[in-house]
């Protein structure tokens, strides 16, 4: 027992720590890795830029296997050939312009087949696309590539593949950096394809912003440049009404009449353009209801007389106040006043009514027209949507009246709503304030 108080070790027991220690050693590694991946899915789940994403992939993927270079290479849907989205190393912008077949290259093995690969010696093997490495002055000596998965509609779909290249030192590919490398490739699928989802909304975004741009710049120049050559056709139709006489008379009343629904059309475009802009607010002051809609309501008489329509009006029996502004809520009246008188055929009624509900006042028009589906009570309110098919409809307009009539509603902090069964007429309904 003395040789052990000198030092000297069994070669048992030896071998024994040697193997403990290098057990430890390979736990301590594989803890790291681990804690490695959980920090960088933290940081895929949180990036949702594409550039800062593919290089935070590439760079985990060369420290967590121990390489000189990593690349991602992206499927193109039309071409249906690989792109380097991002590559490490000096020359990782002519990657860029390099195409990768997915016949005939390490890559695209792996993205037809979804399996991975690891070359220990990757010039003899004949998937190796060599084009690459000539293009940028590269020598790939090891290579190990993993395919990018994500869902789609219940279907795994590979969007691409992550490789590494050449391992440093004398060491091969192991099977933890296999796996370290599939765990990152799963993290960062969903993370690219998420961060691709965002960017394309934002472009759509960006397109329907710039669409919706020229829409308000087109209604404003439209809306200038007919007004005042409309106003003028107008006015001497107007005159040459009153002087002439017999047939002359019936053909100018056209005009005047054709002119007039113009002019109704362009300042529908203008009040809408005012709306989605926010150029006229509504200038709220105490206004009497029950003046106003006595004001508006007899303007329609005519129109509902020459359709065989009976037009009625109800009113509280007190005069109560509202604040609003008063020339926006006559808009709104006349639009849901012309709308009834539109869709009732001969024979029937409009009823408008106003009673006061707790703080607000409820103005209804009511009618017995054809009635509106249930599934358009909300669409209706829509700009520029028909129920009725745009090549078949019967009745003329735009369909901006109830999208204007809602938006001046909702300036005065009120509410318009439907009520409507097919054949069974339909009710609007909108709320005003007490002052």
């Known amino acids: 027992m003395l040789y052990y108080k000198i030092g000297f070790i069994p070669p048992s027991l030896s071998e024994n720590s040697v193997i403990a220690r290098k057990s430890e050693g390979e736990a301590t590694h594989q803890i790291n890795r681990l804690r490695r991946l959980v920090e960088i899915s933290r940081v ?27 690349s991602i290479l992206l499927l193109e849907s039309r071409s249906q050939k690989l792109r380097f989205a991002a590559a490490s190393g000096a020359k990782r912008d002519q990657l860029k312009n390099i195409a990768v077949p997915l016949e005939g290259s390490i890559a695209g ?25 000539r ?20 279907k795994e779909h590979t969007i691409g593949a992550l490789e590494v290249l050449n391992k440093r030192g004398e060491a091969r590919f192991s099977d933890d950096d296999l796996d370290s490398l599939t765990a990152l ?51 001497y139709a107007s005159f040459l009404q009153e002087q002439t006489k017999d047939s002359t008379q019936e053909n100018v009343k056209i005009v005047v009449e054709s ?14 353009r005012y709306l989605e802009t926010g150029q006229e607010p509504a200038r709220l002051n105490p206004c009497d209801i029950k ?4 004001s508006v309501i007899p303007e329609f008489d005519a129109l509902a007389a020459s359709k065989g329509l009976g037009l009625q009006l109800r009113l509280p029996k007190d005069s109560p106040m509202v604040r609003c502004d008063a020339q ?44 509106i589906p249930k599934e358009e009570h909300e669409r209706i309110f829509q700009p520029f949507h028909q129920v009725e098919p745009v ?9 901006l009246g109830l999208t204007i009539a809602r938006g001046l509603v909702e300036q005065h902090g009120g509410r318009l709503w439907a009520e409507s069964e097919p054949g069974k007429g339909s009710t609007f309904t909108f709320t005003l304030p007490l002052a």
Request: proline share 3%.
């Open 135 to 154: 293009s940028i002055g590269f020598s790939t000596r090891s290579l190990m590539a993993v395919p990018l998965k994500v869902g789609r509609n219940g």
């Open 44 to 70: 895929l789940s949180s990036t949702l830029q594409v550039e800062p994403l593919l290089a935070t992939i590439i760079g985990t993927a060369a420290e967590l296997t121990d390489t000189e270079a990593s």
């Open 259 to 272: 002119a007039t629904r113009l002019q109704a059309l362009i300042d529908n475009l203008t009040n809408l």
């Open 185 to 235: 490739a799963s993290q960062a699928a969903i993370a690219i394809e998420n961060a691709r989802l965002v960017a394309d909304l934002q472009q759509a975004y960006a397109q329907l912003s710039q669409l919706d741009r020229r829409k308000s710049e087109f209604i404003a120049i439209a809306s200038h440049e007919l007004r005042t050559p409309l106003t003028i056709i107008l006015a």
């Open 109 to 133: 093995w792996v993205v037809r087949n979804g399996q991975r690969v690891i070359l220990t010696e990757a010039g003899p093997d004949p998937r190796f696309y060599r084009h690459v490495d």
């Open 391 to 399: 090549l078949t409809r019967n009745h003329s307009g735009m369909g």
């Open 291 to 294: 003046k106003l809609l006595t």
């Open 328 to 371: 926006k809520v006559q808009v709104v009246i006349s639009n849901l006043v012309s709308n009834a008188i539109k869709f009732t055929p001969a024979g029937g009624q409009v009823m408008v009514t106003a009673a006061r509900r707790g703080s607000d006042i409820h103005i209804s028009v009511q009618d017995t027209g054809i009635g």
